[in-house]
């Protein structure tokens, strides 16, 4: 799932996933220590052409850097990629954390703030990709500790949204948190392909229609 990007700069792809270029970040990078210039790097690259297509030697190139240099901070490029999937996921759990603590106890508006959240990133989304959506495409080893990451965040997702439409009322939280997940996952695929126009209209519109239907089946 994706979204905006926070204000702060220096906290930008720290704190979401498929984000845009930093303002200034081209004149700023040789300022930048070296392990966030190979994060920055390796996430533009694994973006545009994929975790299995990028080497250890562009990386280091784009963050004008030596390949010795990248191998001090990651011992590995399958180390790096976890990293940079660990931080994306942080970005996502930051999100979460943020929509249940400005909705307290409103199970309802946390998962909408969650559909909102979602739909505002569909523009980036449609430039750049989905980094776990992507990166899950070239690991196919499901031994891979970067796709067990992936799997690992989807499933906490799924658990703190159930938990949100449990607080909304619904029914069977679970079925509808899977409904929603759907939604929010599609919108993305969507968004990334081109597919539907006003992706994130639609999906807002979408989440409340399925939470609505679930809350009332528990009042009938």
């Given at each position: 799932?994706?979204?905006?990007?926070?204000?702060?700069a220096?906290?930008?792809?720290?704190?979401?996933?498929?984000?845009?270029?930093?303002?200034?970040?081209?004149?700023?990078?040789?300022?930048?220590p070296?392990?966030?210039?190979?994060?920055?790097?390796?996430?533009?690259?694994?973006?545009?052409?994929?975790?299995?297509?990028?080497?250890?030697?562009a990386?280091?190139?784009?963050a004008?850097?030596?390949?010795?240099?990248?191998?001090?901070?990651?011992?590995?490029?399958?180390?790096?990629?976890?990293?940079?999937?660990?931080?994306?996921?942080?970005g996502?759990?930051?999100a979460?954390?943020?929509?249940?603590?400005?909705?307290?106890?409103?199970?309802?508006?946390q998962?909408?703030?969650?559909?909102?959240?979602?739909?505002?990133?569909?523009?980036?989304?449609?430039?750049?990709?989905?980094?776990?959506?992507?990166?899950?495409?070239?690991?196919?080893?499901?031994?891979?500790?970067a796709?067990?990451?992936?799997?690992?965040?989807?499933a906490d997702q799924?658990?703190?949204?159930?938990a949100?439409?449990e607080?909304?009322?619904?029914?069977?939280?679970?079925d509808?948190?899977?409904?929603?997940?759907?939604?929010?996952?599609?919108?993305?695929?969507?968004?990334?392909?081109?597919?539907?126009?006003?992706?994130?209209?639609?999906?807002?519109?979408?989440?409340?229609?399925?939470?609505?239907?679930?809350?009332?089946?528990?009042?009938?």
């Amino acid at each position: 799932m994706g979204g905006e990007m926070p204000a702060d700069a220096t906290e930008a792809r720290r704190t979401m996933t498929s984000s845009p270029p930093r303002p200034g970040r081209d004149s700023r990078v040789a300022r930048l220590p070296p392990r966030e210039r190979i994060l920055d790097a390796a996430e533009e690259l694994f973006l545009r052409e994929g975790v299995r297509a990028v080497g250890v030697q562009a990386i280091a190139e784009q963050a004008k850097t030596t390949k010795m240099a990248l191998y001090r901070h990651f011992a590995t490029k399958d180390a790096l990629i976890e990293e940079w999937l660990r931080i994306v996921a942080v970005g996502y759990a930051t999100a979460f954390d943020q929509v249940e603590a400005e909705h307290a106890d409103d199970g309802r508006a946390q998962v909408l703030g969650v559909a909102q959240f979602i739909a505002d990133g569909l523009p980036d989304i449609a430039r750049r990709g989905c980094p776990f959506v992507n990166s899950f495409a070239g690991l196919p080893d499901p031994g891979h500790p970067a796709r067990r990451l992936i799997e690992n965040h989807k499933a906490d997702q799924r658990r703190r949204l159930t938990a949100m439409c449990e607080r909304a009322g619904a029914h069977l939280p679970d079925d509808v948190s899977a409904e929603i997940t759907f939604l929010l996952e599609g919108a993305q695929i969507s968004a990334q392909n081109g597919s539907v126009d006003r992706a994130g209209d639609r999906l807002v519109a979408a989440v409340s229609a399925v939470l609505d239907r679930g809350t009332a089946e528990r009042e009938d």
